[in-house]
C-alpha cells in the first residue's frame, strides 16, 4: 500500500497514525535503555516516511556498530602483536572463547548441584523409612561459585551500598539545600572525605565491621556488609551534592507560598521540594552509583571479598594461559552492567521526573 493510496483513504491514513502514535509512546520506554533505534525500525514497518527513519537509524544504529566494528577490529589486530609473561594479549575470539567456557562451567556446578540434593534427599528418605529419622541431616552445597554466582553477589553488594548511601545523602542533601547553616556545618565534611580512596577506606571498615558485626546470617556475610559499607562511604557524596544543588535551586515563589499557607517542614519537602529537585537528585543518584559500581570492584579485589573483584584477582594470581581472557570477560562484564545500571536509573528518572534535564 503506497502512501498515495494511504492519503486517498482516510480509514486507512488514520490507522497509520494510530500505529506511530502506539510506537512513539513505546519508544519513551525503550529509549532510557539504550534501544531507541528500535522505533524507527518500527515506523518503517508500518510505513512512516522512509527517508526519516533510514537517517535515524544512521544515527542510532549504524554510527554505533562501525565504532564497535572498528574497535574490535583494532583488537583484534594489535593483541598478538603484545606478549606478556602470560603470553600474548588474547583477541575477541578468544575472549569469547572463555565466555562460553565460564557459562559452562556454571552449568555444570548447577547439575552438581542438583546431584548432590538429590542423593541427600533419597538418603534421608531411606534413613526415614528405615526408622532412622533422628540421622537424618540436610547439608548445603559447598562447592565453588560460579562467575555468574559471583556477578549475583556484586550486584547485591552495590544495591545495598547504594541503598544505604540514598538513604543518608538525600536528607542531608535536603537539610543543606534548605539551611545554609547546616550546609555551612556539613560542607567542611564532604570536601575532607569526598577525595578519600576506597583503598583507605577499606582497612578501616574491616577493623570496625569485624568489632562490630557479629551476626553469621548466610544472607548478609561479614564480606558483604564491608564491601557494601565502603561503597556507601565512596559513592554518597555525588547525591548529596547533588540534592542540595537542586533543593536550593528551587523556585523562590514555592517556598513564599508555603510559608503563607504556614505548611509544616514535613509537608513543605513533601509537595514542594522533592518534586521540583527530583531531576537533580535522580542525577546524583546516577552518579553515585557508578561510583559505587566502581569502588565495589578495587574493594572486593583488596579485601578478597567474593565478586567480580576477587575473580578477577584470582585469575591474575592464577598465571594460566587462559588468565588474561577470562580477566577481559569480566572487564567487558563490568563495563555492561556498568551501563544497564546507569540505564535502569536514568528509565527511573525519566518516568518519576517532568523536567526536561536530565
Same mark, same amino acid.
Given at each position: 500500500m503506497t502512501i498515495a493510496t494511504d492519503l486517498m483513504d482516510p480509514e486507512i491514513a488514520a490507522r497509520r497514525e494510530r500505529r506511530i502514535a502506539r510506537i512513539n509512546r513505546a519508544g519513551k520506554v525503550l529509549a532510557p535503555f539504550g534501544l531507541g533505534f528500535v522505533v524507527p525500525l518500527l515506523k518503517l514497518a508500518a510505513g512512516d516516511t522512509p527517508s526519516e527513519q533510514w537517517a535515524d537509524l544512521k544515527q542510532m544504529l549504524l554510527v554505533p556498530m562501525i565504532g564497535i566494528l572498528a574497535f574490535l577490529a583494532a583488537w583484534a589486530f594489535l593483541a598478538p602483536k603484545v606478549h606478556t609473561s602470560l603470553g600474548a594479549i588474547p583477541g575477541p575470539a578468544a575472549v569469547f572463547q572463555q565466555a562460553e567456557v565460564l557459562m559452562d562451567d556454571h552449568f555444570a556446578e548447577r547439575q552438581k548441584a542438583e546431584e548432590f540434593y538429590a542423593r541427600q534427599d533419597e538418603r534421608n528418605q531411606m534413613l526415614i523409612a528405615e526408622g532412622y529419622g533422628d540421622r537424618v541431616k540436610v547439608r548445603p552445597y559447598t562447592g565453588k561459585p560460579t562467575y555468574l554466582d559471583q556477578i549475583w553477589t556484586s550486584l547485591l553488594t552495590v544495591a545495598l551500598g547504594f541503598f544505604i548511601g540514598t538513604v543518608i545523602a538525600v536528607p542531608v542533601g535536603i537539610a543543606c539545600g534548605l539551611s545554609k547553616t547546616f550546609e555551612g556545618a556539613i560542607n567542611p565534611l564532604i570536601q575532607l572525605f569526598k577525595p578519600v580512596s576506597p583503598l583507605a577506606w577499606l582497612p578501616i571498615v574491616t577493623m570496625v565491621v569485624a568489632a562490630l558485626y557479629e551476626s553469621q546470617n548466610d544472607l548478609l556475610p561479614k564480606s558483604m556488609v564491608i564491601s557494601a559499607i565502603t561503597v556507601t562511604l565512596c559513592s554518597i557524596w555525588p547525591t548529596i551534592i547533588n540534592t542540595a544543588l537542586g533543593v536550593a535551586s528551587i523556585d523562590r515563589d514555592l517556598v513564599n507560598v508555603g510559608k503563607v499557607l504556614q505548611l509544616s517542614t514535613w509537608t513543605t519537602i513533601r509537595k514542594l521540594v522533592l518534586p521540583s529537585s527530583l531531576p537533580l537528585i535522580f542525577t546524583g543518584m546516577r552518579l553515585s552509583l557508578g561510583v559505587g559500581w566502581m569502588v565495589?570492584?578495587? *574493594?572486593?579485589?583488596?579485601?578478597?571479598?567474593?565478586?567480580? /573483584?576477587?575473580?578477577?584477582?584470582?585469575?591474575?594470581?592464577? /598465571?594460566?594461559?587462559?588468565?588474561? *581472557?577470562?580477566?577481559?570477560? *569480566?572487564?567487558?562484564?563490568? /563495563?555492561?552492567? /556498568?551501563?544497564?545500571?546507569d540505564r535502569v536509573m536514568f528509565a527511573l528518572q525519566t518516568a518519576f521526573t517532568y523536567s526536561a534535564n536530565r
Open positions: 565495589l570492584i578495587a *574493594a572486593e579485589m583488596l579485601a578478597q571479598n567474593p565478586g567480580l /573483584g576477587k575473580f578477577v584477582w584470582d585469575e591474575f594470581q592464577n /598465571g594460566s594461559s587462559d588468565s588474561l *581472557a577470562r580477566i577481559i570477560v *569480566a572487564v567487558i562484564t563490568i /563495563g555492561l552492567i /556498568g551501563f544497564f545500571l
